[in-house]
């Protein structure tokens, strides 16, 4: 089995606009940074590509911000797309590092992470030693998908056990359900002694062209398959197809496209100034 999944930047991106909302949903609700009479110190967890990441400096000019993820091939293009001097005159760099040990190694103003601690487990683990670095009044604010029953999910965590399948994909349909229930994120982070803001919502996103829905997983929850099997063309395409006729049926196209509920959960917790 590998143990790390390979990423494709570019089939990530494809659906960028819906997986951007719910970072600017998040962004909405961090309140302003601690005034240090410095530019504010960002990490962005798990940055992936780094467009999320160059939101940040859309928000705070001046920041230095930080990307960090585990991922070469993401790390790759987040530095050739984005990395350097920001048109606020602040700065973005990029570094690898795996979130499950990553520790805040300098005073951070905030520290975000948008839909990458679900690959992370014992996540909440980390809660303590992330507010620890926080400045006086600084933000912890991550979003996790919460879809994991979700028949797209559902769907291929069974595919993957069948007879046909389990010698070498048992377990690759779930490595990544690693989320807590929202009223569990409130909990920890309130018992660290911040100030709370957690929440979920199911976007109704409306996806078009011909099997969306797998175009969409192709960029994240297949990404062990995907990795698994990128030795064995044929059968990663027998795969595909017998998934893709799953989802036809699962997700079958609507008047105005393919409707594919997404629910996220939302956390943000302030540390007292
Ligand atoms: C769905 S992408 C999200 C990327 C970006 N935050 C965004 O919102 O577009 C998930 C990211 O988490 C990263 N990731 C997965 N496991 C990780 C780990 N243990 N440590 C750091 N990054 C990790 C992946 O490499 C990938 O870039």
Redesign the pocket.
């Known amino acids: 089995m590998h143990s ?2 390979i ?1 494709d ?1 570019y089939q ?2 494809r659906h ?1 606009g819906h ?2 909302r ?2 600017l949903d998040l962004l909405a609700r961090v309140g302003e940074l601690p005034d240090q009479g410095k530019p504010a110190r960002i990490a ?10 160059a939101l940040l400096a859309e928000r705070w000019p001046a920041a230095h911000i930080t ?5 070469p ?3 790759a293009l987040a530095d050739k797309e984005q990395a350097g001097t920001t048109a606020g005159g602040g700065w973005m760099d990029f570094r690898p ?6 520790r805040p190694d300098e005073p951070y103003d905030l520290i975000i ?8 487990p014992n996540h909440p683990e980390s809660f303590s030693d992330w507010i620890d670095g926080l400045t006086p009044g600084g933000t912890l604010a991550f ?1 996790v ?1 919460g879809n994991f029953t979700s028949p797209s999910h559902a769907l291929l965590g069974e595919l993957c056990e069948a007879p046909q399948w389990r010698a070498r994909l048992s377990g690759h349909g779930r490595r ?1 359900v690693h989320i807590l229930e929202p009223a569990e994120y409130l909990m920890r982070l309130a018992d660290l002694g911040c100030e709370t803001d957690v929440w979920e919502t199911t976007y109704l996103q409306l996806l078009t062209g011909e099997d969306p829905v797998l175009d969409w997983v192709k ?2 929850a297949l ?1 062990p398959v995907l990795t698994e099997l990128a030795d064995d063309p044929a059968a990663e395409a027998e795969f595909l197809a017998q998934y893709r006729d799953l989802l036809r049926k699962a997700y079958p196209p609507g008047p105005h496209g393919t409707v594919f509920p997404f629910r996220r959960v939302f956390a943000i917790a302030r540390k007292a100034a």
């Open positions: 790390v999944p990423w930047p990530y991106l960028a997986r951007t719910p970072f962005d967890v798990g940055c992936g590509p780094g467009n999320v990441t990307g960090f993820d585990l991922s091939e993401m790390l590092a795996d979130a499950a040990h990553w992470s948008n839909a990458a601690l679900q690959w992370v979003q998908p990544y960029g994240t990404r």
